[in-house]
């Protein structure tokens, strides 16, 4: 009876033996190349975006976000006006609705503030990789995640997180107002864009862009985002504070740009370089005229592509 029960169990180990193997060689003939790339790239984008991530929460200030909270703080809580002086680090620029943005991360310490917003940057930079691709490609494979990576290491990328800019905020807007008109998502399109207006001035163009295509709907929408906020901060922030920021401020925002380092974006700086080994004398109508004229400039081309 043993030999018996070690003679089948010795074929009973083989059979499965067998099977193993055959259900090995079949999953490999099935997992191509193209499946190897994209799980090698899925690692080495989850290797780059936690690096990302936790450089930026370890610093002990991001420097741009540190004048966001700050001053949203100091306006939204004790009444300060928010284009006065008083911030050390950094003037404030945004048009008034925006502190409505910022004031959820204030009523938090700073430090968990920095984490949330970095996070909230990560989830939209993935988005619009996510969006981007889905436009251009149609589907989720190798190409995504090579476009995550190449994203991740892209030096302005970087120094965006790391410096706890805006930049990746408005990334999302223009590729929620493209996705809106590639799949007419009018109200979340509308109400991406209006939140960008809201910051910063170069959303507009595709508001522009739905007026020509007479996408009504997104215009409206977007044009009644900007309005409501704008009304509001009237309320929350100061009385007459959009008349003061349109007078006052709207002029000086290009000019802080020195254009002379790595760490300047802007498009002003851009046109600086050309002249690197001089600061360019010009006052500050000047500058914000030559940055409004270039966006207006990369707005009629992109018309004009699309």
Not at 3 to 22: D, E, G, H, P, Y
Not at 140 to 156: C, H, T
Not at 205 to 220: D, T
């Amino acid at each position: 009876m043993l030999t018996i029960f070690l003679c089948s169990n010795n074929n009973f180990v083989q059979a499965v033996k067998k099977t193993l193997l055959r259900y090995n060689f079949h999953n490999m003939k099935r997992l191509n190349y193209k499946d190897l790339i994209t799980w090698v790239l899925v690692i080495i984008c989850g290797f780059l975006f936690g690096q990302l991530i936790l450089r930026s929460i370890s610093k002990l200030t991001l420097s741009d976000f540190h004048v966001y909270y700050y001053v949203g703080k100091a306006v939204m809580k004790y009444g300060m006006h928010p284009y006065s002086n008083y911030t050390p680090i950094y003037p404030y620029y945004f048009p008034p609705a925006s502190l409505l943005i910022f004031w959820p991360l204030t009523v938090v310490p700073f430090y968990l503030a920095k984490i949330i917003f970095t996070l909230i940057n990560s989830v939209l930079l993935f988005l619009s990789i996510f969006l981007i691709n889905k436009m251009l490609v149609g589907k989720i494979d190798y190409r995504f995640w090579l476009m995550l990576i190449l994203s991740l290491i892209y030096y302005p990328l970087r120094f965006t997180f790391s410096d706890g800019q805006f930049n990746v905020v408005i990334l999302a807007v223009f590729t929620l107002g493209l996705y809106s008109f590639y799949k007419n998502k009018y109200l979340v399109g509308g109400i991406s864009l209006g939140l960008g207006i809201i910051t910063k001035i170069s959303p507009a163009i595709i508001v522009l862009y739905g007026i020509l295509r007479k996408k009504v709907k997104l215009v409206v929408v977007a044009g009644i985002t900007v309005i409501a906020l704008s009304l509001l901060a009237e309320n929350f922030v100061s009385k007459d504070i959009n008349y003061y920021y349109a007078k006052f401020i709207v002029k000086d925002v290009s000019a802080q740009s020195k254009g002379l380092g790595t760490t300047d974006q802007s498009l002003l700086a851009f046109i600086k370089r050309f002249d690197h080994e001089n600061e360019l004398e010009m006052n500050s109508t000047t500058k914000s005229i030559i940055s409004y004229s270039v966006i207006a400039f990369l707005g009629i081309l992109f018309l004009f592509l699309i």
